[in-house]
């Protein structure tokens, strides 16, 4: 058996080699604890140069603009853009009017052309436009016009709220903010929407907006409003419409009285529209002498719209009044056209839409329309002007062919049933986008 002999290394050596390896090993930790630390400050780099770019990325989609909703096919939502934040839109209509009494009143007029633009500050703020040339040609001899149809900034507070201010169409109807030839079934929009709501309505001021997600849409705010110190009583357009001389459109509006307005609707049902609108405030501005002093002019609506499948029902009941100006009729005596305490309409329609193929679409539709423009009048002497004016019927019916979304041709007949010789053809084309 072997014994293993024990080889003892001299103290000297042993700690000379101890130190040694000593040395080694402190080396070799702090040799690791600098490239730890070098590999730390290299990933804390590469982490702020990722943060900065998230930023600029973050800042970049804030100034984009916002995705525009696709609803109902109006220019905000059918423009095409012309760079990164403004968008060009325009309407356009082309009628032909042929009455069944007399063929030499047969009429063809360029109704109105309409330049539009959207410009977009950042994502929550925008500029809307349009100007308007009706028949053609404006000038002093001609009945064309030149008119800015809007012009406001709209601010959104959140996803909610918001507000604009400026010159803007007013919440009434289906058609006074809705009235592009793509909308309307008919060559002409619906008398009621033009003679009791004087489509476009619209008057400077500011309102405030909100769209919730359970389908309620409001906006409430304060306009320039009425002049009844307009009223004409020999000119035959307030017959056809009380209010359209009165409004004011942000043309040096007088804004000493100003009118409230409110409207909401509800859309909670898919295809269905349910809603209501008001507008008031007085109209005589403190003219010195007026025999109207406290006149005040009022406008109000109920509509509805129901689109189940290929079906579209709609109606509307709109009624206003001008009070206070019993005097100043009493004045106007003998004179043919006198201001209305009253007047309303209603229109009843249904059309359906049928596919050809393609974009191409069909669409018959009638209407029904009552309208009264002076259905009742303060001030008024006996045997010298009418208590009130006849309520008119007038039928609608024709169809409409689009050729592409939001290009149209139309043709319907109208058949009145007190002034018959209105009876007329009426042929239109129409275009938005």
């Not at 070098?38 to 990722?50: D, M, P, S």
């Not at 002093?140 to 959104?156: K, P």
């Amino acid at each position: 058996m072997q014994v293993s002999k024990k080889r003892n290394i001299p103290t000297g050596i042993a700690m000379s080699l101890a130190l040694a390896l000593g040395g080694a090993g402190s080396a070799f930790a702090q040799s690791n604890e600098t490239q730890l630390l070098n590999r730390l400050e290299q990933l804390a780099g590469e982490l702020e140069k990722v943060k900065a770019e998230l930023k600029q990325m973050k800042q970049k989609q804030d100034a984009a603009p916002a995705p525009t909703a696709v609803a109902a096919p109006t220019p905000a939502a059918t423009s095409s853009s012309m760079g990164t934040d403004t968008q060009l839109s325009s309407y356009g209509e082309i009628t032909y009017a042929r009455p069944r009494s007399d063929s030499s009143a047969t009429q063809a007029d360029i109704a109105r052309f309409v330049l539009g633009y959207q410009h977009r500050f950042d994502s929550k703020t925008k500029v809307v436009a349009e100007l308007e040339v009706e028949h053609a040609v404006s000038s002093s001899t001609d009945a064309g016009e030149v008119a800015v149809e809007q012009v406001y900034v709209e601010h959104r507070l959140n996803d909610t709220y918001g507000f604009r201010a400026g010159l803007f169409l007013i919440p009434l109807g289906l058609i006074n903010q809705n009235h592009e030839p793509n909308t309307f079934y008919s060559v002409n929009r619906p008398l009621v929407e033009t003679a009791i709501i004087p489509s476009t309505l619209r008057e400077a001021g500011i309102q405030m907006f909100g769209e919730h997600d359970n389908g309620i849409s409001w906006s409430a705010g304060i306009t320039t409003g009425y002049d009844l110190t307009k009223w004409d009583p020999l000119n035959g357009e307030s017959v056809e419409s009380p209010l359209r001389t009165l409004h004011q459109e942000g043309q040096l509006a007088r804004s000493k009285d100003l009118s409230l307005f409110a409207a909401i609707d509800w859309r909670g049902i898919p295809g269905l529209r349910v809603g209501a609108g008001i507008t008031s405030g007085k109209a005589s501005h403190g003219s010195k002498d007026f025999l109207a002093p406290n006149a005040r002019a009022t406008l109000a609506d109920v509509h509805a719209q129901w689109t189940p499948g290929a079906w579209d029902f709609s109606a509307v009941y709109a009624r206003g009044t001008i009070s206070g100006a019993g005097e100043l009729n009493a004045s106007f005596a003998g004179a043919p056209y006198l201001v209305p305490k009253s007047f309303d309409g209603y229109y009843l329609q249904a059309a359906y839409k049928i596919p050809l193929g393609g974009d191409y679409r069909v669409s018959p539709f009638t209407r029904i329309e009552r309208i009264n423009t002076g259905r009742s009048f303060d001030g008024v002497l006996a045997g010298l002007n009418p208590t009130a004016y006849d309520t008119e019927t007038v039928w609608t019916t024709g169809v409409s062919f689009n050729i592409a979304p939001t290009v149209v041709l139309k043709a319907d007949y109208q058949k009145y049933k007190i002034v018959k010789d209105s009876d007329r053809l009426n042929l239109g084309l129409g275009f938005s986008f």
